[in-house]
């Protein structure tokens, strides 16, 4: 086989080089680092990641089927290059990131950098992640080796790949099917697993290979069946570039993803390149010199520029200001050009190539290892950032130890309509119940506002079954992500009560539309026999819990409380909505933010005890609190049926 036959020294060859992939890479990297930087502007700018799988996949194949066909393929030779065109920016942004983390982080900010470093290290970075919050939520702003996800996956279809390559080439014709297949069957698990699990068919590699191996059957193509494409490159390239470019603007953190969505910027990719350096686009827009400079240095720009905005999250504690953010971006093209033309190049090029990649390689395992040292030290509690605990943090938990912490109390319930009908949040609904023996008696609806009220409300109202149906969306039977829902608790005769809770702050942008909507749901709840409540939001803060948590050091100065004013001005967009159909005959409006608030302030603490996970979430020290709170106040709460 050629892989067997190809000495050790050989001297892979590389396709000739296409100025446009490089202007791709650029439009690929400057979308996602918008979407990063600023979200609200580049809403759909994280697909600029399966722009790079598809770009890796067709170069990377390229160069191995070319020398897998003239039996001049050497696996040592593959990834002694790929370790020398990885590492050496890779190594660089890592070591900053624990240098940075060592004075900035708390213990444990830190001792899950550490983690994070070590499965980087090992580019098992999505799998770490998958285990942890999503992507798009708040506490992903606070990892900042984040983006390291999609490097993983590309080095874990890098040592896929070439193997199965030397191993089936021989029939090229069976090869072309094998390669569609495996590309089929990736998107089609990418798909179930969304329908189930988001974070998994986000993070999954076998979920996500089918991006790369686009690219891949493309190269096959090109090689074999040339003729095939660029039969009209110039409408190819048109479309490829709008494709792309719709991705960008109509997608959102909110769609089902990648998914079906995802087909929209991997075609478009796909479109482009086959299109050839010839078409007008390619050779007028995409090689042109200001795109082909970002596209050169696309890959350190990527690897620095998410550390810079996560980390100035972490210092400020809040959502770093737009100049700010603008700032972090500046600096990170300007680290990318210094790591491109004094790191990257003269490792990657150059005289004792291999012994540089065995340096890479011994450099890595020191890193890595110095991070599973932090991680497993707890985050090295010594350092002089660390400083003593403000307040109690027993219940500050993160959103995945919470939802661990109610599935661990409360069994789960999926009432057969729903699930069938009503595929929902994350892939299905969420939905507990408290008791198993009895039939629902108190159902909480909403988004995650209405989630982190259930381990509290069922705790507080033990006597009765609480059930919660929590998905993403505004709670409207009119809104087709909860119709379902609505349905099923209407034809309910045994729940009586109703409680629906949603970040109203951040949903509601047609103000009338949504008193409609809300007084048609309440008034349909209501004749069929149900007292329904409605919750306000708990204050909206703009800073992080980090500010409360600890006390004053280096970095950080103490905060636990703001000016009232501040949450008043933010819920006064849906108050007189919200309040207008709370005088409707049987519906309460729960007012929870004057839990938090007193006179002139709010704050995120009791007691010494801290009672919100993010700016906006409570932990479960607050939603115990607050149950309670609501309780006392509205005994009726605890009344059996």
């Known amino acids: 086989m050629a892989l067997a036959t190809a000495p050790a020294t050989v001297h892979l060859s590389h396709p000739a080089y296409r100025a446009d992939i ?17 979200p609200d502007r580049v809403a759909g700018g994280f697909v600029g990641v399966d722009v790079f799988f598809v770009i890796s996949g067709y170069l990377i194949s390229t160069i191995i089927f070319a020398n897998v066909e ?6 040592i030779e593959f990834y002694d290059r790929r370790v020398r065109r990885i590492f050496p920016a890779l190594l660089l942004v890592l070591v900053v990131c624990l240098g940075v983390g060592w004075f900035a982080l708390l213990a444990d900010e830190y001792m899950q950098l550490g983690k994070h470093v070590a499965g980087a290290s090992l580019f098992l970075s999505n799998f770490i992640l998958w285990g942890e919050s999503g ?50 069957v990736s998107f089609a698990l990418g798909i179930y697993l969304l329908s189930r699990q988001q974070s998994a068919a986000f993070y999954s ?59 929209l910027p991997t075609a478009g990719a796909v479109l482009v390149i086959a299109a050839g350096p010839g078409a007008w686009l390619n050779a007028n827009f995409l090689a042109s010199k200001i795109l082909v400079w970002f596209g050169l ?21 809040r959502e770093a200001s737009w100049s700010l953010r603008a700032a972090a971006v500046a600096a990170a093209v300007l680290l990318a050009w210094i790591t491109y033309r004094y790191v990257e190049r003269p490792v990657r090029f150059g005289a004792r190539r291999r012994s540089k990649a065995l340096l890479l390689l011994a450099l890595m395992v020191v890193l890595g290892l ?101 998905r993403n969306g505004i709670p409207l039977l009119s809104n087709g992500e909860f119709r379902r829902i609505f349905r099923h608790l209407l034809a309910d005769a045994s729940v009586r009560k109703v409680i629906i809770a949603a970040f109203w702050a951040e949903r509601i942008t047609d103000r009338e539309g949504f008193r409609s909507g809300l007084a048609e749901t309440v008034e ?8 329904v409540y409605l919750v306000d939001d708990p204050p909206n803060f703009s800073f992080s ?85 609501l309780v006392v106040d509205h005994p009726e709460l605890q009344e059996s049926p």
Not at 212 to 231: D, E, F, K, N
């Open 22 to 38: 490089d202007g791709l890479r650029a439009l690929a990297v400057l979308s996602v680092v918008g979407f990063h930087a600023f």
């Open 370 to 470: 110095s991070g599973y040292q932090a991680f497993r030290r707890q985050g090295l509690p010594f350092r002089s950032s660390s400083a003593a605990l403000k307040v109690q943090n027993q219940g500050d938990l993160g959103q995945d130890e919470y939802f661990r912490y109610a599935t661990s109390r409360f069994p789960p319930c999926a009432p057969e309509a729903i699930r069938r009908e009503a595929p929902l949040w994350n892939g299905h609904i969420r939905c507990l119940q408290s008791k198993l023996d009895q039939p629902a008696a108190v159902a909480v609806v909403g988004d995650s506002h209405a989630e982190h009220l259930y381990i509290g409300l069922a705790e507080r109202l033990a006597g009765q079954n609480v059930v919660y149906y929590a």
């Open 545 to 629: 819990p980090r500010k409360c948590k600890y006390a004053d050091n280096w970095f950080h100065r103490n905060q636990c409380a703001e000016d009232s004013a501040i949450s008043a001005a933010r819920r006064a967009g849906y108050r007189q909505p919200l309040e207008s159909v709370g005088a409707l005959r049987d519906v309460t409006v729960l007012d929870s933010a004057r839990y938090f608030c007193r006179e002139s302030s709010c704050a995120m603490d009791r007691n010494g005890r801290l009672l919100f996970r993010d700016r906006h979430h409570l932990n479960i020290n607050g939603s115990q609190y607050l149950a309670q709170s």
């Open 297 to 317: 240095i696309s890959y350190p720009l990527y690897l620095w520029h998410w550390p810079l905005l996560s980390f100035a999250r972490i210092v400020t504690g």
């Open 135 to 184: 992507y798009f939520d708040e506490a992903a702003e606070t990892k900042p080796l984040l983006h390291l996800w999609s490097l993983a996956i590309e080095e874990q279809f890098y040592l896929f790949w070439p193997l199965l390559t030397a191993l089936a080439w021989r029939n090229t014709k069976r090869f072309l099917w094998l390669s569609v297949t495996i590309a089929a």
């Open 524 to 531: 349909r709840l209501v004749a069929a026999g149900k007292k």
């Open 205 to 263: 590699p076998v979920a996500r290979f089918w991006e790369l191996m686009a690219g891949s059957v493309l190269a096959y193509l090109a090689l074999h069946r040339p003729h095939w494409l660029a039969r009209r490159q110039h409408l190819q390239s048109a479309l490829g570039v709008l494709a792309v470019t719709a991705g960008v603007i109509l997608i959102d953190r909110l769609d089902p993803f990648p998914g079906w969505w995802a087909l």
């Open 70 to 75: 003239s039996r001049s393929f050497s696996l």
